[in-house]
Nanobody
């Protein structure tokens, strides 16, 4: 099994920046992709960004492209999401996910999920 633990969420104001972290532990996924998803109240979970662990190739949702950056620390086995120019529309619980696959999935077909971290952006 793989355990994923998110951190870094909080309450910020419009225009602020925030950095989320996801610490991975447990079974090593040698051919993995990892991603960030978010879920706002009353809405379905939606794709935010993904990264191929081996070569750092990334994919972003249109809503965050240019404002958010996904990255990974291979030695630290951690995933990050740097968020800039936050708006109330970014308010959601943000989830880290992992899958033993080289394909950057934008659907929720990931095998392992964290518990989520709340991001609230006030206007």
């Amino acid at each position: 099994q793989v355990q994923l633990v998110e951190s870094g969420g909080g309450l910020v104001q419009t225009g602020d920046s925030l950095r989320l972290s996801c610490a991975a532990s447990g079974r090593t996924l040698s051919r993995r992709s990892m991603a960030w998803f978010r879920q706002a109240p009353g809405k379905e979970r939606e794709f935010v960004a993904a990264i191929r662990w081996r070569d750092g190739t990334t994919e972003y949702a249109d809503a965050v492209r240019g404002r958010f950056t996904v990255s990974r620390d291979i030695a630290g086995n951690s995933l990050y999401l740097q968020m800039h120019s936050l708006s109330p529309e970014d308010t959601a619980v943000y989830y880290c996910a992992a899958k033993e696959s080289m394909v950057l999935l934008v659907t929720t077909d990931y095998d392992f999920w964290g518990q989520g971290t709340q991001v609230t952006v006030s206007s």
